[in-house]
């Protein structure tokens, strides 16, 4: 039996413009709004990455943060 889907977590979450538009992108096109759609990626975490290319890419985030926060 499914377990009954409740968001019982509420965060702040700060994101860039482009992350928040790239959530609400997904979020349509799967028919979730952003609470459902970031519980689905984190639920689902390990099987909708690819863990070679998220280390380069998280690589590459911390490379960038310092200026990309000036």
Same mark, same amino acid.
């Given at each position: 039996?499914? !377990? =009954?889907? !409740?968001l019982t977590r509420r965060i702040p979450v700060a994101l %860039? *413009? &482009?992350?928040? =538009? =790239? +959530? !609400?992108s997904f979020a349509a096109s799967a028919g979730l709004d952003e609470g459902e759609a970031l519980s689905f990626l984190f639920e689902n975490f390990d099987?909708? %990455? &690819?863990? $070679? @290319? +998220?280390?380069?890419? @998280? !690589?590459l985030?911390?490379? $960038? +943060? *310092?200026e990309r926060k000036r």
């Amino acid at each position: 039996m499914p !377990r =009954r889907f !409740r968001l019982t977590r509420r965060i702040p979450v700060a994101l %860039t *413009e &482009d992350a928040y =538009r =790239r +959530l !609400r992108s997904f979020a349509a096109s799967a028919g979730l709004d952003e609470g459902e759609a970031l519980s689905f990626l984190f639920e689902n975490f390990d099987s909708v %990455t &690819d863990t $070679e @290319l +998220l280390t380069h890419r @998280l !690589r590459l985030f911390n490379s $960038e +943060l *310092e200026e990309r926060k000036r």
